[in-house]
């Protein structure tokens, strides 16, 4: 029997640790396999913001045997890459690599996770480099308008409300011990997931994850997240950046969890709304119609706690309040008037398209069953999802964007020049 990507095997090796494995796409010659641990930027103490993204920088600039030289020469020899993603809710470690090597990559993996050597030099080397994007979020109309428009939506000590990068007073204390700290804490405990797309079965897989990552079996559990009411103010926040001719625009609210049943018609949309490139309406009418923009889009983070959107476009000072303005009434016709079918139709097929075009590569496959297994979804999710995207109607879109697009239950932001 041909493998199929599409359906995931979940398994677990022991109590505290789940494992879902996909069959790699029957033309890939790789494997990919990560590791999502609950060591999200949420998860930061207060006066120690940017430990989590500091920490899941430097685990991956050296872990057991290998000090940084020697683990960027063994991913070298291997033909693989080694990377980190630090989301809200969640760190991600990805390893992809050549589909015969993958118990060497998996035991890197578990080198990574679980044994990081905290080199001194590492730690100073990453922290400068969290400084320095800290500058560019400070400076770069984009970056500053996502960041402000986060804590206008989201009030302190909320896990969604900062970008992960600390500012310039709380990543200088992060020492070695903050470091380890958090580690211990948020890695060395209950409740990891590790996604497997390699050809091997579920079984073998399996075999190697208890071999490798038995230290957790006998952990604590994972700690817990805890969600202070979001209340946007409603206002417009102006942030002046001298020296800047573009002025970013932001529009955004909190919005519902992955696993709310209006996802599907909230995630279509997203995708008419701003999400398809060249399809959406914003793109349609804010850049091509009216080319009061260089990009207008729009973003949906649907997690598993809950979520936010947002609308962003750019533009010159002098169409900035324009812009704005016809950012707002997309929002409100989406909510205000039923999608037309025939659009509705075109947004949906192009959605479904892309699910076959992710198959090509393990890479990419390996994406739609890290999305599935963090979200804790049947095996054969995305063997279904086509069906149920195509039972949304034009009055569940409304539906689901009266409550997981509220304007009125929202913040704008204007990043740019004084002028604007």
Not at 297 to 325: C, D
Not at 328 to 341: G, I, M, N, T
Request: proline content about 9%.
């Amino acid at each position: 029997m041909t493998p199929n990507p599409l359906r995931v095997a979940y398994a677990y090796p022991f109590e505290g640790l789940r494992l879902a494995v996909q069959p790699a796409p029957p033309s890939a010659a790789s494997a990919c396999m990560s590791y999502v641990a609950t060591a999200g930027s949420g998860y930061d103490r207060p006066g120690l913001e940017g430990a989590a993204l500091l920490t899941a920088q430097v685990a991956t600039a050296g872990a057991g045997p290998y000090d940084r030289r020697a683990l960027a020469q063994i991913l070298d020899r291997l033909g693989a890459t080694l990377t980190q993603h630090i989301a809200p809710e969640s760190a991600e470690f990805t390893v992809w690599g050549p589909a015969e090597a993958w118990r060497p990559l998996l035991t890197i993996l578990g080198h990574v996770v679980l044994r990081p050597r905290f080199a001194p030099d590492d730690i100073a080397r990453v922290r400068r480099q969290l400084l320095e994007r800290q500058m560019r979020e400070r400076e770069q109309p984009s970056h500053r308008a996502e960041r402000e428009l986060l804590r206008a939506i989201f009030p302190s000590g909320h896990p969604y409300r900062e970008t992960g990068l600390g500012s310039s007073t709380s990543v200088p204390r992060l020492t070695r011990t903050s470091l380890t700290e958090f580690h211990a804490n948020h890695y060395l405990c209950q409740g990891g997931l590790l996604v497997v797309t390699a050809s091997p079965s579920a079984a073998t897989v399996a075999r190697e994850a208890r071999r490798l990552f038995r230290p957790l079996s006998t952990a604590d559990p994972g700690p817990v997240l805890r969600f202070p009411k979001a209340t946007p103010d409603g206002r417009t926040h102006r942030v002046e950046l001298p020296g800047r001719s573009q002025v970013d625009l932001r529009i955004g609210g909190p919005s519902l969890p992955r696993s709310a049943p209006e996802y599907p018609a909230l995630f279509l949309a997203e995708e008419i709304l701003g999400g398809r490139p060249l399809l959406s309406r914003l793109f349609q009418r804010v850049r091509e119609k009216e080319g009061l923009a260089y990009h207008a889009s729009s973003q949906l983070e649907a997690m598993r706690f809950g979520g936010f959107w947002s609308v962003q476009a750019g533009t010159s000072p002098k169409n900035a309040g324009k812009a704005l303005r016809l950012l707002r009434s997309e929002l409100q016709r989406l909510e205000a008037e039923p999608v037309p079918r025939p659009e509705l139709r075109l947004i949906r097929e192009s959605a479904i398209g892309e699910i076959p075009l992710s198959l090509e590569s393990s890479a990419d496959a390996h994406e739609l069953a890290v999305d599935l297994a963090y979200h804790e979804l049947p095996g054969d999710f995305w063997e279904r999802w086509p069906a149920r995207l195509r039972q949304v109607s034009p009055n569940d879109i409304r539906e689901a964007v009266a409550q997981g697009f509220d304007l009125r239950r929202s913040a704008s932001v204007i990043a740019g020049p004084p002028a604007s």
